[in-house]
């Protein structure tokens, strides 16, 4: 299992799985954040994917899982997979979508971890979320 020690705004450690949410909208970050946060998890919402980037890049513990939609404004969800990948090559990652299906990775030699398709059953998010860093 992956646990990635973080520090809380007041400076406080954590021993929560740090989730990083990336996705160009506000509701569906705010939905992964409310179905994820009771389960434990500690969820960092990214609406520009260059920020989730510069995060990733800046920080001194991975989170523990990233979660990414595919079509975004400035990024899509592959690049943004690739970029994580070149930073951290282990990262987990879990890509999302509603306008692609599996195949826009099939053949590529970057790939996320797992894939789902929205609109996901608040189950299927947590399975996956669990498949991938555990409870």
């Known amino acids: ?6 520090r ?5 450690a954590t021993d929560k799985p740090v989730i990083y949410a990336v996705d160009d909208e506000v509701m ?3 939905l992964f954040t409310m179905l994820l946060e009771p389960l434990g998890y500690r969820v960092l919402t990214f609406s520009d994917p260059a920020r989730a980037l510069e995060s990733l890049s800046a920080s001194l513990t ?4 990233i979660i990414t939609d595919y079509a975004m404004h400035s990024l899509n969800g592959m690049e943004l997979i690739e ?3 070149a930073i951290a090559p282990d990262q987990k990652i879990l890509l999302a ?3 692609v299906g599996e195949e826009v990775f099939e053949g590529t ?3 996320p971890d797992r894939f789902i398709t929205k609109p996901f059953k608040t189950g299927e998010l947590i399975a996956a979320v669990r498949e991938l ?3």
């Open 1 to 6: 299992m992956s646990q990635t020690k973080s």
């Open 8 to 12: 809380s705004a007041q400076g406080q």
């Open 28 to 30: 569906i970050l705010e």
């Open 62 to 65: 991975r989170p523990a899982l």
């Open 83 to 85: 970029r994580c990948r």
């Open 97 to 99: 979508s509603g306008t």
């Open 109 to 111: 030699p970057v790939r």
């Open 133 to 135: 860093i555990g409870p």
